[in-house]
């Protein structure tokens, strides 16, 4: 597996996590009776604190991710000198054309989720369904066409483009 693939997996488990613990925390105290579906002010706020925490998670873990691979790639030329293994580490961060081609084909999945799920969201309030419906179609919409897009980006490694 490519530093990109390992890379994208990494973002995109890291993303799933996020997402469960989110409507674990925030359904589970709609369950619970602890806050109501017109308490806009409480959704807004989990949902920005969970991308708060997206966020801070992410870089840390990529943080980590860099730094493990660092290791295990010295772990695996152990036998070259550090200037090789240096070498080896940045050739296989740089991006180039193909990642660059990848990277827009599948960013184009998740701006097409996003917008799908956008106008979902406006119809679920023409359908008169109560606002925090419309907030978490929007919020689920983000982070699925996030998933697709690693997912299409791991694809593309595969297959080609």
Same mark, same amino acid.
């Given at each position: 597996? %490519?530093?990109?693939?390992?890379?994208?997996?990494?973002?995109?488990?890291?993303?799933?996590?996020?997402?469960? %613990?989110?409507?674990?925390?925030?359904? $589970?105290?709609?369950?619970?009776?602890?806050?109501?579906?017109?308490? *806009?002010?409480?959704? !807004?706020?989990?949902?920005?604190?969970?991308?708060?925490?997206?966020? #801070?998670?992410?870089?840390? #873990?990529? #943080?980590?991710?860099?730094?493990?691979?660092?290791? !295990?790639?010295? !772990?695996?030329?152990?036998?070259?000198?550090?200037?090789?293994? @240096?070498?080896?580490?940045?050739? %296989?961060?740089?991006?180039?054309?193909?990642?660059?081609? #990848?990277?827009?084909? %599948?960013?184009?999945?998740? +701006?097409?989720?996003?917008?799908?799920?956008?106008?979902? !969201?406006?119809?679920?309030?023409?359908?008169?369904?109560?606002?925090?419906?419309?907030?978490?179609?929007? +919020?689920? @919409?983000?982070? *699925?066409?996030?998933?697709?897009? $690693? $997912?299409?980006?791991?694809?593309?490694?595969?297959?080609g483009v």
């Amino acid at each position: 597996m %490519s530093y990109q693939e390992k890379r994208t997996l990494t973002s995109m488990v890291s993303g799933v996590v996020v997402i469960i %613990s989110y409507y674990l925390y925030a359904f $589970g105290k709609y369950q619970k009776g602890l806050v109501g579906v017109s308490d *806009l002010k409480f959704w !807004a706020g989990t949902m920005l604190t969970f991308i708060g925490i997206g966020i #801070i998670a992410s870089i840390i #873990i990529m #943080i980590l991710f860099h730094i493990l691979y660092a290791i !295990a790639l010295a !772990a695996k030329q152990r036998h070259y000198d550090e200037k090789e293994i @240096s070498n080896t580490i940045e050739s %296989s961060m740089v991006e180039d054309e193909m990642d660059k081609l #990848i990277g827009l084909k %599948s960013s184009r999945i998740g +701006f097409i989720c996003a917008g799908v799920g956008f106008v979902g !969201a406006l119809v679920t309030l023409l359908f008169d369904q109560p606002p925090m419906v419309m907030l978490n179609l929007l +919020f689920f @919409s983000f982070s *699925l066409g996030s998933l697709f897009e $690693g $997912g299409l980006t791991l694809y593309y490694y595969r297959k080609g483009v």
